[in-house]
């Protein structure tokens, strides 16, 4: 039987991991923080995954598809459906290597460039009020409380 405490913790994850939806509260700042209807309407349709591969691409620049799973933690196959939706948005352009027929590479369009600006000027907004929350904690009490989300995160069933 788990405790009350347990019981409450994972009640705030379960409750943290359905924040993340496709009409969520970090992508209502990001339409809010632009005036073209083009990235608006582009970003309403993103899921998290999608923004993943479109933040990594606008911090890393032109990458080549195959290469993007390993830095990402995504699956090839979820980097193939994001990077086509990307494109699909006018996002994203996939293009052929020309030493090398068979490589996909992608970069990101301007619109996506702009895209990629916002979840990182986003993610600084969160990071700010995190760290004001975390400054009511001691560095061991954080350090305890990283283990017992890593261990949380990693329990196999």
Do not use: C
Not at 33 to 38: K, N
Not at 116 to 126: K, R, V
């Amino acid at each position: 039987m788990t405790t009350p405490l347990v019981s409450q913790l994972m009640t705030e994850l379960n409750q943290f991991l359905t924040q993340d939806s496709v009409d969520d509260q970090e992508k209502r700042w990001a339409m809010q923080q632009t005036t073209d209807p083009q990235l608006q309407a582009a970003l309403k349709q993103l899921s998290t995954t999608d923004i993943k591969i479109m933040a990594y691409l606008g911090q890393h620049g032109p990458s080549r598809a195959k290469s993007l799973p390993a830095p990402t933690g995504l699956s090839q196959a979820t980097i193939s459906r994001g990077l086509t939706k990307l494109a699909r948005l006018e996002l994203a352009t996939k293009y052929r290597d020309l030493t090398n027929n068979k490589e996909i590479l992608v970069r990101l369009t301007a619109l996506g460039e702009a895209g990629a600006e916002l979840h990182t000027q986003l993610d600084a907004a969160i990071a700010a009020k995190a760290q004001a929350i975390a400054d009511d904690y001691s560095d061991a009490e954080l350090t305890r409380f990283v283990s017992l989300m890593r261990r949380i995160r990693e329990i196999k069933i």
